[in-house]
T-cell receptor, first 111, second 116 residues
């Protein structure tokens, strides 16, 4: 079973601070995705990374796929309260379109 | 354009009762997924369908759980009989299925199930 461990599990910061969330596995993934889930809603895709070493930017969010395609990170610059939510990484497993989701990082950004 | 629709949004029932959760995927999507989310276990895949056919049900916890997809626009997840440990948020998601594992999955708002 391909597991995805995320760290930290919980993160509470002040508006304007920077942060990094990690997604690690002992297995190689053909791609990794990052989703954000707000309270009372389903997860929403933020980005998909498919090439080892790839870096993608989405406004203040920077995503990186590890060179060996076993890990990924999400860096948020100058966090805002609107960034609050559960961040989930996910990778394809078992062939087909099946996804395994990571353990999640709950982020709270306070004023 | 409507997203994935789930009903009911909230369900409270008593142990032993039958529970049916409903999902309408995004029109044209070939894949439909049922997930369960709890604090302890996170987001777990229960079963997924491709073109209305169940492909992988290895995540279904036990025989009390069953899922059907009678047509491309409707799926149900049934729990009979329900138990308190089934309390969770159940999500339905759908995708095009054109990019393999790199496909975007579109999630519904979820059904919060409480079994007393």
């Amino acid at each position: 079973t391909q597991l995805l461990e995320q760290s930290p599990q919980f993160l509470s910061i002040q508006e304007g601070e920077n942060l990094t969330v990690y997604c690690n596995s002992s297995s190689v993934f053909s791609s990794l995705q990052w989703y954000r889930q707000e309270p009372g809603e389903g997860p929403v895709l933020l980005v998909t990374v498919v090439t080892g070493g790839e870096v993608k930017k989405l406004k203040r969010l920077t995503f990186q796929f590890g060179d060996a395609r076993k890990d990924s990170s999400l860096h948020i610059t100058a966090a805002q309260p609107g960034d609050t939510g559960l961040y989930l990484c996910a990778g394809p497993t078992g062939g087909g379109n099946k996804l395994t989701f990571g353990t999640g990082t709950q982020l709270k950004v306070e004023l | 354009d409507a997203g994935v629709i789930q009903s009911p949004r909230h369900e409270v029932t008593e142990m032993g009762q039958e529970v049916t959760l409903r999902c309408k995927p995004i029109s044209g999507h070939d894949y439909l997924f049922w997930y369960r989310q709890t604090m302890m276990r996170g987001l777990e895949l229960l079963i997924y369908f491709n073109n209305n056919v169940p492909i992988d049900d290895s995540g279904m916890p036990e025989d009390r759980f069953s899922a059907k997809m009678p047509n491309a626009s409707f799926s149900t997840l049934k729990i009979q009989p329900s138990e308190p440990r089934d309390s969770a948020v159940y999500f339905c998601a759908s995708s095009w299925g054109t990019s393999g594992g790199a496909d975007t999955q579109y999630f519904g708002p979820g059904t919060r199930l409480t079994v007393l």
